[in-house]
């Protein structure tokens, strides 16, 4: 299977299952939509014929050798050999785990997926003893995995900071006794951020996701405050801060764009222009009937925001400006395993999310969804059955991802967007699929042209 486009001057095509690229010339392009496998020696008359009106039959016919020679050596056409890997799509120890420390936020951001903080479930707050139990279970449910992550999430964690702190010193604690690394993250809108929780993050946290939509205009209409008043002035310069006192350790900006802003890729280079160089800015997930909801009537403009933002990443990379969107990230040389291909998300396997109440939940996007509640810290509950079919939910589990070219690096999607928006955990999410797959042109194009022109 292969997957041809044209993007920015380029004729791109994806070998889908070996990963190989190439940036074809127009003849190899339009030859490849008139030949596949089996290929006989020489190429046949009858393409010859119609592609002669284009292109002399010397050049034609040296061009098919130049395929099959792809095809032998495994780089065009080549054999999807990955089902046979799914037998090892079993349920893995835990390694991850979200804590929501925080049931409650003192922002009320219009698109918030978490009900604005509460997930529905009422507004409250993590204690250490629940924080420690958790730790415990971490410990207790990742068997020989050495290296273990936390995620501090919510609502807005600092709201309960000394709690972040101490769940943090707990974990410490038990590293050298149980032979485990712990890798700290934490999710925080800014609001609360001073100089000595700075100071904390940067000494104590691996990454910190630091949550601002872009422009001022596009973050204050709807990432405000209880009152109604704007997040901005207030959360950049204390972003800049940290980063400036962060030095080499991983952080990124996080933003989300809406119906509101879907010339997002001016979002993007407002938040370089401020001195972020790691930079993520996602499309809102929601229902379709919300105001700010991207439909798929936008697809196209968000198709051209995105190829906008390439062209200006490529002129801002020939500059010497660069960064690094998260979204256009591709390993075209050292791709994940083959079960991290057949199966990206580790929702509800690998990492679970844990509520204030010691709820356990495949992930944070599920919490609050009664019938996918996985057990409880306090009763030593939890369902490995759960665990199960988690770990069974890969590409070749779900019908519409069998066929899709794009299967290998989206590695089937969201679990919980499977499940919310389009009905079941093993169907795709097919809007977000088709945005999944303009990001990757695009990314793939992006690593076309970094190695043709070398920047």
């Not at 993050?201 to 939509?213: F, P, Q």
């Not at 940290?242 to 952080?251: A, I, N, P, S, T």
């Not at 401020?274 to 997930?285: A, C, H, W």
Request: aromatic fraction near 12%; proline fraction near 3%; charge should be negative.
């Amino acid at each position: 299977m292969i997957h041809k486009y044209k993007l920015n001057g380029y004729n791109i095509v994806l070998d889908v299952n070996s990963g190989a690229v190439h940036a074809v010339d127009e003849l190899t392009y339009d030859l490849l939509d008139n030949v596949m496998p089996p290929f006989s020696p020489e190429c046949p008359e009858n393409v010859v014929k119609k592609l002669s009106r284009y292109y002399s039959a010397e050049d034609i016919c040296s061009c098919y050798e130049e395929i099959t020679q792809l095809y032998g050596e495994g780089l065009l056409f080549s054999e999807d050999d990955y089902e046979k890997f799914t037998k090892y799509a079993v349920a893995s120890p835990v390694k991850a785990m979200c804590l929501l420390v925080s049931q409650d936020c003192n922002l009320r951001c219009e698109y918030c997926f978490a009900s604005t903080g509460d997930f529905g479930l009422g507004r409250k707050l993590m204690d250490l003893e629940t924080g420690k139990k958790a730790i415990d279970f971490l410990l207790e449910k990742s068997a020989d995995r050495q290296n273990l992550e936390v995620d501090f999430f919510g609502g807005e964690p600092l709201m309960n900071f000394e709690v972040v702190k101490g769940i943090t010193e707990y974990a410490r604690s038990k590293e050298k006794e149980f032979g485990k690394n712990f890798r700290f993250t934490i999710t925080t809108n800014g609001m609360l951020l001073d100089d000595a929780k700075i100071d904390y993050i940067n000494k104590e946290m691996s990454n910190v996701v630091l949550s601002i939509d872009g422009r001022k205009e596009v973050n204050d209409r709807v990432r405000a405050r209880v009152d109604g008043s704007g997040s901005y002035d207030r959360i950049l310069p204390a972003y800049k801060k940290l980063v400036e006192k962060r030095g080499e350790k991983e952080y990124y900006v996080r933003g989300t764009f809406t119906k509101y802003n879907l010339d997002f890729a001016d979002d993007v280079f407002h938040l370089y222009e401020q001195g972020f160089d790691q930079i993520s800015v996602e499309p809102v997930v929601c229902d379709s009937k919300m105001p700010y909801a991207i439909t798929e009537r936008d697809l196209p403009k968000i198709f051209s925001e995105y190829e906008r933002l390439a062209g200006k990443i490529i002129a801002g990379a020939k500059e010497g400006k660069r960064f690094n969107f998260f979204h256009f990230m591709l390993d075209l040389d050292q791709g994940p395993c083959a079960i991290k291909r057949l199966r990206g998300c580790g929702c509800g396997n690998e990492y679970v999310a844990v509520t204030p109440d010691g709820d356990i939940y495949p992930c944070h996007q599920f919490v609050g969804i009664e019938d996918w509640k996985m057990g409880n810290l306090n009763d030593d509950s939890f369902d490995e059955s759960r665990k199960d079919y988690f770990a069974k939910a890969h590409i070749y589990s779900k019908k519409e991802c069998k066929t899709c070219w794009a299967r290998f690096y989206c590695s089937g999607g969201c679990n919980a967007n499977n499940l919310i928006y389009a009905g079941d955990v093993h169907s795709a999410h097919k809007f977000s699929c088709e945005i999944e797959k303009k990001r990757l042109e695009c990314a793939i194009m992006l690593k076309a042209v970094q190695s043709e022109e070398n920047f």
